[in-house]
C-alpha cells in the first residue's frame, strides 16, 4: 500500500477539478482492443498506478490497460483520442516527480508487458528496448557481449521510462545521461499514429538532419505521446575498474578535488560526493564505517595499464585537498559493496528517522558554483531544522537533499515545501536548474517557468498544442 499522505497535509494540493466519469461503453472498448483480462478497474489497481516513489498524494486512474504490442497501443490511444479521455503512460512506478499520477483520471498505459530486446548489433553499439526492459535486464542480457548500458538511476527503472524523463546517475560524468544514449524512439501519438523520431529502422551515430525530434522526445514525461520502442547506444565494457573513498576537511576541498580531477583530464567514470551526515548515515546503514566528513566515491574505467597511471595522478590531487583514505577496491565484490553502499543512500537517509517519508530535491548548476550552493543549503538545513543528508553526481554538479520529514505534521511539511522553492531558487540564481535528472512532474512546473522564462514557456507551450491539442497526454505535468 501506500503511505503516502493525503492532500490536505501536503503543501503541493491537486489543483485539478473533478472529471467527468468515462463515457458509457468506453471500458468495453477497450477490452474489445486487448481483451478482458488486460483491462482493469479494480481499486486496488487503480490505486496501484496513481502514485510513484514521490510524495504526491495518490492520484488514481480511472481505469488501467496493459497492451501486448504497438498495434494495441495505437489503437487505445485513439479510441481515447475521440473520446476526449486523458492517457498516462506507466513504466516501473519508480519516478520521483508524480509523473504517473492521473490527475485528471482517465486510461492508464501500463507498458510493462511490452518487453521485446530486438536488433542487438556489437558492431553498432546498438540495441532497441521495449517499455517492460529494464536497464539490470538489459544488462543482464548483454551479459558476455563486452557491451553494457551504463546509465544507472538508482531504481531498476523502465528504459523507455528514463528516456521519458531524461534519467542520468553516477556514471553520467563519463558516459551521458538518456539523452545522448537514445539514436531513435518509436512514439505513439495522442491520435494513435506512430512516429519514428529519427526515421523507420535508422541508427546511425550521429545525424544533421532537420529538427532533432528524438532530443524532443526525451525529457518530455509522456505528455507528448508513449515511448513505445527506444534504440540505445552501448558501451564496451571496461577492461580495468578501480574504485575507492577519500574523505575530505570540507565540501570546499571535496568540489575543489572533482574540479582538478576533471581539469586534469583523469577519466572518472564516477565521482559521487556524500555530506557528513549521509556519509555517516551510509557507512552505519551498509555496516562499512565511514568517518562523518565530506567524502568522494571515485571510479575509473580503463586498460589495466592506463589505470595505474590514473590511481597515482588521482592519489596525488586527493592528497594535495587534503583528502585521506584511499585503498583502492579492484575486485568485483569490494566494488559492489562499496556502490551499494551508494545506490542505498535513499534507505540509510530514511533510517535516521523512522517512520518518515522522504523527499529527494535535484538541482544542477555549474560545478564552479558547487561549493556556495552547498554550503548555503547546509546553512539553510540547519536554519529550517530540517533533516536532509546531501548526495550528489559532483562530477556533473548535481546534487540531492534527502528530505527526511513526517508528511503527517502540517508545519513539517510546509518547512520542506519552501525549502526546496528556496533551493529550486538558489541553484537557478547560480545558472543552474531546478532538476537535473528527475523531471518536472508535478511539483516544479512554477520553478520550470522561471528557469526557461516566458519565451521559453510560450515555445513548449506551442509545441504542446502542436502534438497534443486536447491536452490528453498526462495532462496536468510539466507545464
Known amino acids: 500500500g501506500h503511505s503516502g499522505p493525503d492532500a490536505a497535509t501536503w503543501p503541493w494540493p491537486s489543483l485539478f477539478p473533478p472529471q467527468p466519469s468515462l463515457p458509457p461503453d468506453f471500458?468495453?472498448?477497450?477490452?474489445?482492443?486487448?481483451?478482458?483480462?488486460?483491462?482493469?478497474?479494480?481499486?486496488?489497481?487503480r490505486e496501484q498506478h496513481g502514485h510513484d516513489e514521490s510524495m504526491h498524494p495518490c492520484a488514481?486512474?480511472?481505469?488501467?490497460?496493459?497492451?501486448?504490442?504497438?498495434?494495441?497501443?495505437?489503437?487505445l490511444a485513439a479510441l481515447c483520442h475521440r473520446c476526449r479521455v486523458p492517457m498516462v503512460p506507466f513504466g516501473t512506478g519508480t519516478g520521483l516527480e508524480?509523473?504517473?499520477?492521473?490527475?485528471?483520471?482517465g486510461v492508464c498505459f501500463?507498458?510493462?508487458?511490452?518487453?521485446?530486446?530486438?536488433?542487438?548489433?556489437?558492431e553498432d553499439f546498438s540495441v532497441t528496448v521495449e517499455p517492460g526492459v529494464t536497464r539490470k535486464a538489459l544488462n543482464k542480457h548483454l551479459r558476455g557481449t563486452g557491451l553494457w548500458f551504463p546509465v544507472d538511476p538508482g531504481a531498476d527503472a523502465s528504459l523507455c521510462g528514463m528516456a521519458a524523463t531524461g534519467a542520468s546517475g553516477t556514471n553520467a560524468v563519463r558516459y551521458g545521461t538518456m539523452r545522448p544514449n537514445v539514436l531513435n524512439l518509436r512514439v505513439v501519438l495522442p491520435d494513435g499514429r506512430l512516429l519514428h523520431t529519427a526515421g523507420p529502422g535508422r541508427q546511425p551515430r550521429k545525424r544533421a538532419a532537420g529538427y532533432d525530434l528524438t532530443s524532443l522526445f526525451v525529457g518530455s514525461e509522456g505528455t507528448l505521446g508513449f515511448l513505445t520502442q527506444a534504440t540505445l547506444r552501448l558501451h564496451p565494457l571496461p577492461e580495468a575498474?578501480?574504485?575507492?573513498?577519500?574523505?575530505?576537511?570540507?565540501?570546499?576541498?571535496?568540489?575543489?578535488c572533482t574540479v582538478q580531477v576533471l581539469q586534469a583530464a583523469v577519466p572518472v567514470a564516477r565521482i559521487?560526493?556524500?555530506?557528513?551526515?549521509?556519509a555517516d548515515a551510509c557507512g552505519r546503514f551498509s555496516g562499512m564505517g565511514l568517518p562523518a566528513a565530506a567524502t568522494l566515491l571515485l571510479e575509473l574505467h580503463g586498460s589495466r595499464h592506463s589505470l595505474a597511471e590514473q590511481q597515482q595522478q588521482m592519489e596525488e590531487i586527493v592528497r594535495h585537498n587534503g583528502g585521506s583514505g584511499l585503498a583502492w577496491a579492484q575486485g568485483l565484490e569490494e566494488r559492489e559493496q562499496l556502490w551499494s553502499m551508494r545506490h542505498n543512500a535513499w534507505y540509510a537517509a530514511l533510517a535516521l528517522r523512522p517512520g518518515c517519508q522522504g523527499y529527494s530535491t535535484d538541482v544542477c548548476v555549474p560545478i564552479s558554483r558547487l561549493p556556495d550552493v552547498v554550503v548555503e543549503t547546509k546553512q539553510d538545513l540547519?536554519?529550517?531544522?530540517?533533516?536532509?543528508?546531501?548526495?550528489?553526481?559532483?562530477?556533473?554538479?548535481n546534487f540531492h537533499c534527502l528530505l527526511i520529514f513526517n508528511s503527517q505534521d502540517p508545519e513539517e511539511a510546509q518547512r520542506i515545501h519552501a525549502f526546496t522553492q528556496r533551493l529550486g531558487r538558489r541553484a537557478l540564481a547560480a545558472g543552474g536548474t531546478?532538476?537535473?535528472?528527475?523531471?518536472?512532474?508535478?511539483?516544479?512546473?512554477?520553478?520550470?517557468?522561471?528557469e526557461l522564462g516566458q519565451e521559453g514557456l510560450d515555445t513548449l507551450r506551442s509545441i504542446k498544442a502542436a502534438l497534443d491539442p486536447h491536452n490528453l497526454m498526462n495532462p496536468g505535468k510539466v507545464l
Request: with cysteine.
Open 27 to 45: 471500458v468495453e472498448a477497450l477490452r474489445a482492443v486487448v481483451g478482458a483480462p488486460n483491462v482493469s478497474t479494480a481499486t486496488a489497481v
Open 60 to 75: 488514481p486512474p480511472d481505469v488501467v490497460v496493459w497492451p501486448q504490442a504497438v498495434g494495441q497501443v495505437q489503437e
Open 98 to 105: 508524480g509523473g504517473v499520477n492521473a490527475v485528471q483520471g
Open 110 to 122: 501500463d507498458l510493462s508487458r511490452m518487453d521485446a530486446i530486438a536488433e542487438l548489433s556489437l
Open 241 to 256: 575498474t578501480a574504485a575507492t573513498v577519500a574523505s575530505f576537511p570540507s565540501v570546499g576541498a571535496a568540489v575543489a
Open 272 to 278: 559521487e560526493f556524500l555530506d557528513e551526515v549521509m
Open 382 to 397: 540547519q536554519a529550517s531544522s530540517i533533516t536532509g543528508p546531501m548526495v550528489g553526481h559532483v562530477g556533473d554538479g
Open 434 to 450: 531546478c532538476t537535473g535528472e528527475h523531471g518536472v512532474g508535478l511539483g516544479k512546473r512554477a520553478l520550470l517557468q522561471e
